[in-house]
C-alpha cells in the first residue's frame, strides 16, 4: 500500500469507556483535518479493575480489531490499558507497520519538564499505580523527582456513570489529593483519561499554583509529532470525520460521550469482540 494510501487512513484510538474523549477531544481541535474512529470497551469496563493478564489479552484484541479495520496509526488512550498492555499492543501493530501513540510517556515527559520543585504527584487507578508505569517513565527523565503515587479505586467508575456530581464525589477527590498536600507536590499528572472531568475539583482542593498534568495535550502533539515524521500527515482539506464503536451500550455511550467529547458523536455502532 502506497504511503498516500496510508495517509487517507484514520487514526485509531481505544478505551475501556467514554474517559478516553479526553483525547480524542484534543486530538480533534489539534488535528482537525484528521480522520478518527474511537472503539469504547465498555462491556469490559473498568480497564483498571483487571489483572494485568486480562489487559494485556484485552489490548491486543482491540488492537487487532481496529487496524483490521484500517488505520494508520493506533493511539492506547488509557492508563491501565498502556500500563500493562502496551508492548502487546505494539507487537499486533508491527504486524501491520502501524506506529504505536500511548498516555504514560507524553504524560511523564511534561511533568518532567514544568515541575518547579521536583515533586510530582501521580493520581491513577490501582492497576495503573501498581504496574509502575509512571514512576518508570517519570524515573526515565532527566532531572531528580521525588515521586507520590495515590491510587483512587473508585473515581474513574464515579465519572463513567455521569454527572451531576454529588458533594460524595467532592470529598472522595478530597480525600485523595490529602497525600500530595502533605507531599508539597507542585505537578500532578491525571493518570486517567476520565481524570479531567473532574480537574475543576483538583485544582480548588490542590490550589491554583499546582500544575496538573493531563494526557490530551500530550497525546496530540506525540501524534502530530509522528505523523509528520512518517509522512502520514493529512493535506489540509477542511474538517476531517470521527466516528465510535462501542462494545455494549450504543445509546448510553452516546448520552454520557457527548458530554466529555463536548461535541455531538452521532451513531455509535454496536460492534462484538470475539
Not at 484528521?34 to 462491556?43: C, I, M, N, Q, T
Not at 504524560?107 to 504527584?121: K, L, Q, R, S, Y
Amino acid at each position: 500500500m502506497s504511503q498516500d494510501i496510508h495517509a487517507g487512513l484514520p487514526i485509531a484510538m481505544f478505551d475501556s469507556g467514554v474517559g478516553g474523549l479526553t483525547v480524542l477531544h484534543e486530538c480533534l481541535v489539534s488535528l482537525p483535518e484528521e480522520d478518527f474512529v474511537y472503539l469504547g470497551d465498555d462491556a469490559r469496563f473498568p480497564y483498571g479493575a483487571r489483572s494485568p493478564e486480562e489487559l494485556r489479552a484485552q489490548v491486543a484484541q482491540v488492537s487487532r480489531f481496529l487496524l483490521e479495520r484500517g488505520a494508520k496509526l493506533l493511539v492506547i488512550a488509557c492508563n491501565s490499558a498502556t500500563s500493562a498492555g502496551v508492548e502487546a499492543a505494539r507487537r499486533v501493530a508491527s504486524e501491520a507497520g502501524v506506529e504505536v501513540v500511548s498516555v504514560i510517556g507524553p504524560e511523564a515527559e511534561i511533568a518532567a519538564a514544568v515541575t518547579d520543585t521536583g515533586h510530582v504527584g501521580v493520581l491513577a487507578t490501582p492497576a495503573t499505580v501498581r504496574s509502575g508505569a509512571y514512576r518508570s517513565a517519570l524515573s526515565a527523565q532527566h532531572r531528580p523527582l521525588t515521586i507520590t503515587e495515590v491510587e483512587a479505586p473508585d473515581l474513574a467508575a464515579v465519572i463513567q456513570r455521569g454527572f451531576p456530581f454529588s458533594d460524595r464525589v467532592v470529598e472522595m477527590v478530597r480525600s485523595y489529593c490529602g497525600p500530595f498536600q502533605r507531599a508539597e507536590v507542585d505537578t500532578v499528572v491525571l493518570g486517567c483519561t476520565h481524570y479531567p472531568l473532574v480537574r475543576p475539583m483538583l485544582q480548588r482542593t490542590l490550589g491554583r499554583d499546582v500544575r496538573l498534568v493531563s494526557a490530551g495535550h500530550a497525546i496530540a502533539a506525540t501524534v502530530q509529532r509522528v505523523l509528520t515524521e512518517r509522512g502520514l500527515a493529512r493535506e489540509s482539506r477542511g474538517e476531517g470525520t470521527y466516528r465510535f464503536l462501542c462494545t455494549q451500550d450504543p445509546q448510553a455511550f452516546r448520552e454520557l460521550g457527548t458530554r466529555f467529547l463536548q461535541m455531538p458523536l452521532g451513531d455509535v455502532e454496536l460492534v462484538q469482540l470475539p
